[in-house]
């Protein structure tokens, strides 16, 4: 148990173009999502947290505008990434967390801007 | 704030070799300490954890032992495959939050 599906696993898109990215716990409700972003040979830098139902908070020096995160449903988070541009390449990472302290992560998806 | 100090890599080692990262944390109370594992091209599999002091994680022959007395959370494994190679994270909730700090993250290949 404890699945977390990201979609789709890589992207390609034109520079001004948006991108959305789609996180879902397949057997299970999270209470909480996260999303992170890792630069090559870096660690992850959280981006933002949303809890169903209510606005995502935004880490310090992330562009809410630009990362637009929605939490819809107990299964399912979104990101977009809009108006992107060749240094939004990266790997983007969602987890979820049912309440526990183990948080569940999906396999990532990896955005290239071109 | 709360933080993850590891060991700075990359690591490489032989097969059947004894593998050490070392892991030091800085934080209030008594946080929840992870080990995660990234093999490339994939996201993060969380390989081992401990929730109090004393704790042993083990897992697929991994083993970490929380000590407070030190503050680190050193992975260990007696002997490396090569499929060990990976990327692994040290990480950390506190005790009064519920997001995770990541470690740099330390590289290991493991040869033949």
């Known amino acids: 148990g404890a699945v977390v599906s990201q979609h789709p696993s890589w992207v390609i898109c034109k520079s001004g173009t948006s991108v959305k990215i789609e996180c879902r716990s397949l057997d299970f409700q999270a209470t909480t999502m996260f999303w992170y972003r890792q630069f090559p040979k870096q660690s992850l830098m959280l981006m933002a947290t949303?809890?169903?139902?209510?606005?995502?908070?935004?880490e310090q020096g992330v562009e809410k505008d630009k990362f637009l995160i929605n939490h819809a449903s107990l299964t399912l988070s979104t990101l977009t990434v809009t108006s992107a541009h060749p240094e939004d390449s990266s790997f983007y990472i969602c987890?979820?967390?049912?309440?526990?302290?183990?948080?569940?992560f999906g396999q990532g998806t990896r955005l290239t801007v071109v | 704030g709360d933080s993850v100090t590891q060991m700075e890599g990359p690591v490489t080692l032989s097969e059947e070799a004894f593998l050490t990262i070392n892991c030091t944390y800085t934080?209030?109370?008594?946080?929840?300490l992870f080990w995660y594992v990234q093999y490339p091209g994939e996201g993060l599999q969380l390989l081992l954890k401990?929730?109090?002091?004393?704790d042993k994680g083990s897992n697929k022959g991994f083993e970490a032992t929380y000590r407070k007395e030190t503050t680190s959370f050193h992975l260990e494994k007696g002997s490396v495959q090569v499929s060990d190679s990976a990327v692994y994270f040290c990480a950390l909730i506190p005790s009064n939050d519920y997001k995770l700090s990541f470690g740099a993250g330390t590289t290991v290949t493991v040869r033949a």
């Open positions: 987890s979820a967390s049912k309440g526990s302290t183990e948080a569940f």
């Open positions: 934080a209030t109370g008594y946080p929840s």
């Open positions: 949303s809890n169903e139902g209510s606005k995502a908070t935004y």
């Open positions: 401990a929730t109090k002091a004393d």
